[in-house]
């Protein structure tokens, strides 16, 4: 087992970072952990408008990205450790055979970790870690969450109350558990960092095994951030079909709204609400991307200062 | 000639798959081992291969439909 280590907290970088080694290093087992300054991800198949509320998470200064494996939405914080496992793929699903290593080296610096559910590993039972895959070219990608300090209201808040029920559309659900941080369950406490490197060192004992990017591996990484992990194809233009519809108040008023969108594009929009220019609302939505950049300058244009107000209640 | 391709098993227990991506359109040649399309199954996207090489006659399902194993997935026009 190799390791490499990312140095960066950027949530864009570490997700090109994780893709980049698993397309590249092909003869190789890879152990990786990173971690993440405040963001969301969703599954590569999920329906970002359902699964989050992304105008108030825009207004939060949280971005959402789309990770390459399957399941559901997760939150990260710099108190959440990730981890990813890179091998060869051998036979079909079987995540206990991926999680076996990561539960032994768990117990092994003393968390009182087990496995739950099909892919989840739980202190009590409560949920500290779930993980998802990603199978291609012969090689499997596992990888998971390791809720180490994170922040459980924020995470609470966001992945939890934060659904958005007015999508009906395709795509995978989340699960919804409840969790608890692994620090406080420590029979003897340290710091994340060195939570880090104890989970490494039982990973990955050899130090002659512990790598660095070049400079050339780096920039590729890079061109992949920026390519697509910060494109707004990737992350919101695979969003599967969906039909949006919200009803509530606006302005004081009584307030509808309705539309569709496909990749990433939308269409049939419209807007009934006293408060608000309905024909104007139908031309600009209708052929607009999809997040919340557009959405707001569109929301700004309908309605002045109350735009933000506007835009929670459309996206 | 008209090849049909099959959505494989990928694990013993599979009853569906949710197809999720296309990785390539209608038109498009296909070489044998090339990536095709995408299925999602218990929290994994599997990438899958092209089983023969030709041009893609037809996408036999949309982006989220549930296939089973065994159902054909696409039809490839080979030589």
Same mark, same amino acid.
């Given at each position: 087992m190799i390791t490499f280590d990312?140095? %960066?907290?950027?949530?864009?970088?570490?997700?090109?970072?994780?893709?980049?080694?698993?397309?590249?290093?092909?003869?190789?087992d890879v152990f990786l952990l990173w971690r993440n300054t405040p963001c969301m991800v969703v599954g590569s198949y999920q329906n970002i408008?359902?699964?989050?509320?992304?105008?108030?998470?825009?207004? @939060?200064?949280?971005?959402?990205?789309? &990770?390459? %494996?399957? =399941?559901?939405?997760?939150?990260?914080?710099?108190?959440?450790?990730?981890?990813?496992?890179?091998?060869?793929?051998?036979? !079909?699903?079987?995540? +206990?055979?991926?999680?076996? $290593?990561?539960?032994?080296?768990?117990?092994?610096? +003393?968390? $009182?970790?087990?496995?739950?559910?099909?892919?989840? #590993?739980? #202190? =009590?039972?409560?949920? #500290? %870690?779930?993980?998802?895959? &990603? %199978?291609? !070219? +012969?090689r499997l990608l596992h990888h998971g969450t390791l809720l180490f300090d994170a922040g459980l209201e924020a995470l609470e808040e966001i992945s939890v109350r934060g659904k958005n029920d007015c999508v009906r559309t395709k795509g995978t659900q989340s699960a919804i558990c409840p969790v608890t941080n692994i620090r406080p369950h420590l029979a003897e406490d340290m710091t994340v960092e060195e939570f880090q490197r104890r989970l490494l060192?039982? @990973?990955?004992?050899?130090?002659?095994?512990? &790598?660095?990017?070049?400079?050339?591996?780096?920039?590729?990484?890079?061109?992949? &951030?920026? =390519?697509?992990?910060?494109?707004?194809?990737?992350?919101?233009?695979?969003? $599967?079909?969906?039909?949006?519809?919200?009803?509530?108040?606006?302005?004081? @008023? $009584?307030?509808?709204?309705?539309?569709?969108?496909?990749? !990433? #594009?939308?269409?049939e929009a419209a807007i009934d609400c006293p408060a608000v220019d309905g024909a104007l609302a139908a031309r600009l939505l209708n052929g607009a991307r999809l997040c919340p950049e557009g959405f707001a300058e569109i929301c700004g244009r309908l309605a002045g200062e109350r735009g933000q107000e506007l835009l929670e209640l459309l996206l | 000639m008209e090849k049909q391709l099959a959505m494989p098993r990928l694990r013993p227990e599979m009853t569906s798959g949710v197809l999720c991506a296309w990785l390539k359109e209608e038109g498009d040649t296909v070489e044998a081992g090339e990536p095709l399309y995408e299925v999602e199954t218990d929290k994994v996207v599997n990438q899958i291969e092209a089983t023969a090489s030709g041009v893609l006659k037809k996408q036999l399902w949309e982006e989220g439909d549930q296939v089973a194993p065994g159902d054909p997935v696409a039809i490839l026009e080979t030589e």
């Open positions: 990312s140095h %960066s907290t950027d949530p864009y970088y570490n997700l090109a970072f994780e893709e980049f080694v698993f397309t590249r290093f092909r003869e190789e408008c359902r699964e989050v509320r992304a105008a108030r998470l825009w207004r @939060m200064g949280i971005p959402v990205l789309r &990770r390459i %494996s399957g =399941g559901g939405a997760v939150y990260h914080d710099l108190g959440n450790v990730n981890y990813s496992c890179i091998t060869r793929q051998e036979g !079909g699903v079987d995540y +206990g055979r991926s999680l076996a $290593p990561i539960l032994e080296a768990l117990n092994g610096i +003393g968390v $009182p970790a087990r496995k739950n559910r099909a892919s989840d #590993i739980a #202190i =009590g039972e409560k949920k #500290i %870690s779930g993980s998802a895959q &990603r %199978s291609a !070219g +012969g060192d039982r @990973m990955v004992p050899d130090a002659g095994n512990r &790598r660095e990017l070049t400079a050339e591996e780096a920039g590729e990484v890079r061109r992949l &951030r920026d =390519g697509k992990y910060r494109s707004w194809e990737w992350t919101w233009g695979r969003t $599967p079909a969906f039909v949006y519809e919200k009803s509530g108040s606006f302005a004081g @008023m $009584p307030f509808r709204a309705a539309y569709s969108a496909r990749q !990433g #594009i939308v269409a | -």
